[in-house]
């Protein structure tokens, strides 16, 4: 069955530092997703993307963060200078259509900010 | 989107149904009834969604009240591997309505032999 992935599992990083997440998205959808969800918290959204655009943005997703899909198969999120609050689970998500009822998220990234 | 609301935690002993309510009072004609689990830190995964009837799946059975301000989700054999957070979310299927998922506390679940 396809399946989200992502990379890496867990990312430790400085503050201050840059940090880029990968997800391959599954290869026939077309929305990407990333959210995020800090220990213990609720899952958050953060970014909806679509035709090499973004669709929809969450308070969250501040100018510290940018996503891109490089090439035919990545979609990566980019924090710019981690704060120790950006420790979360970051999670990758994608869907057929905008319509879809099924939002399918990868294993998710942990990332630890020090 | 129309807000949600679960109880916290549930138990259920192994093999039962477990029957998770969710209640959506203010919810529009337009809007679904979503559920997601999440097991353990691992990604939310979908379960089952409807708008109006009742919903049937290999995962789950999705009861919705003829009024639509409440639903139950039925696991009909509850295993060990059903422990998780179980989220009802409420949105529009419409690109123009946006397309996030937006989770509440959900309920814990949990599965005891």
């Known amino acids: 069955e396809p399946e989200v992935t992502q990379t890496p599992s867990h990312q430790v990083t400085q503050m201050g530092q840059e940090v880029i997440l990968r997800c391959v998205p599954i290869s026939n959808h077309l929305y990407f997703y990333w959210y995020r969800q800090i220990l213990g918290q609720k899952v958050e959204f953060l970014v909806s993307f679509y035709n090499n655009e973004i669709s929809e943005k969450s308070e969250i997703f501040d100018d510290q963060f940018s996503v891109e899909r490089p090439d035919g198969s990545n979609f990566t999120l980019k924090i710019r200078s981690t704060k120790l609050e950006d420790s979360a689970m970051y999670f990758c998500?994608?869907?057929?259509?905008?319509?879809?009822?099924?939002?399918?998220f990868g294993p998710g990234t942990r990332l630890t900010v020090t | 989107d129309a807000k949600t609301t679960q109880p916290p935690s549930m138990d259920c002993a192994e093999g039962r149904a477990a029957n998770l309510p969710c209640n959506h009072s203010t919810i529009s004609g337009n809007e679904y009834v979503y559920w997601y689990r999440q097991i353990h830190s691992q990604g939310p995964q979908y379960i089952i969604h409807?708008?109006?009837n009742n919903e049937t799946n290999e995962m789950a059975s999705l009861i919705i009240t003829e009024d639509r301000k409440s639903s139950t989700l039925i696991l009909p054999h509850a295993t060990l591997r059903d422990t998780a957070v179980y989220y009802c979310i409420v949105r529009v299927a419409d690109n123009n309505a946006g397309n996030m998922l937006t989770f509440g506390g959900g309920t814990r679940l949990m599965v005891k032999p």
């Open positions: 998500a994608s869907s057929e259509q905008g319509t879809s009822y099924e939002q399918y």
């Open positions: 409807g708008l109006k």
